[in-house]
């Protein structure tokens, strides 16, 4: 199921507060990345995940010479991930030694990938902040990626801060975090997130005003509603 135009445009102006409880209202409680903090604030970052797995590095296998290999699993991944796509790494949560760095971060800028996520960490990680292109990770890590990471798999179920991410899966993320869709439910979350952002627009203005939470937030009383559907009408929402 590819991501229509429509749902990334809804996504892209909802918060991932917004849809983990969209979320929760169907059942789950596990879809928001843990320890991945964003390197500069900006737009949301919406796309299909693309996966990258690690596992703890062997000596025998990850030299520097291991790199010129182009079947290399983190430069062919890199290499691969589609345009507008989320580039997900599965770090095993340990920003011992980098994930990535700036250079290939770049790369998946300049191939039109819409984001980078990773439980583990960046190197260079001022330079990708100054990118143009939404990146998570736990904490900056110089160390290269060899010294404690073995790329062995793309494109695969991988775990991601203590979330199953499956390829494919709609990978939201904000100033606050990240998120991750089950992707047959992307359509109808992003809906009902567009529709809850909308809501509660309207009760953060009520609140600003000096209205009570009750009765309004969540909207139990009739003239609550009532009052609400004024406020669409006025707003044009």
């Known amino acids: 199921m590819s991501l229509s135009q429509a749902t990334r445009d809804k996504l892209m102006k909802v918060s991932t507060a917004t849809l983990t409880t969209a979320l929760f209202k169907?059942?789950?409680k596990n879809i928001y990345i843990q320890n991945v903090h964003r390197l500069r604030s900006g737009p949301n970052m919406v796309g299909e995940a693309y996966t990258l797995r690690y596992i703890p590095a062997r000596e025998d296998l990850d030299g520097l010479e291991s790199f010129a290999d182009p079947a290399h699993a983190q430069r062919k991944g890199v290499e691969e991930c589609p345009s507008g796509a989320v580039f997900v790494i599965d770090s095993r949560q340990d920003a011992s030694a980098a994930s990535a760095g700036c250079i290939l971060v770049t790369r998946l800028m300049k191939l039109g990938c819409a984001g980078v996520v990773t439980d583990g960490g960046f190197r260079d990680s001022p330079e990708i902040a100054a990118l143009d292109m939404p990146s998570y990770h736990a904490r900056p890590s110089a160390p290269t990626n060899l010294t404690k990471h073995h790329a062995v798999?793309?494109?695969?179920?991988?775990?991601?801060?203590?979330?199953?991410?499956?390829?494919?899966?709609?990978?939201?993320?904000?100033?606050?975090?990240?998120?991750?869709?089950?992707a047959h439910l992307a359509d109808e979350v992003a809906d009902e997130a567009a529709e809850m952002t909308v809501f509660e627009d309207f009760v953060l203005e009520?609140?600003?005003?000096?209205?009570?939470?009750?009765?309004?937030?969540?909207?139990?009383?009739?003239?609550?509603?009532?009052?609400?559907?004024?406020?669409?009408t006025n707003n044009g929402r």
């Open 26 to 28: 169907r059942g789950f």
């Open 153 to 182: 798999a793309i494109n695969d179920p991988i775990a991601c801060g203590g979330v199953s991410v499956f390829p494919g899966d709609v990978v939201v993320g904000d100033n606050e975090g990240v998120v991750c869709i089950p």
């Open 206 to 232: 009520q609140v600003q005003q000096g209205s009570t939470i009750i009765g309004l937030y969540p909207p139990t009383r009739e003239e609550s509603r009532e009052l609400y559907k004024q406020w669409r």
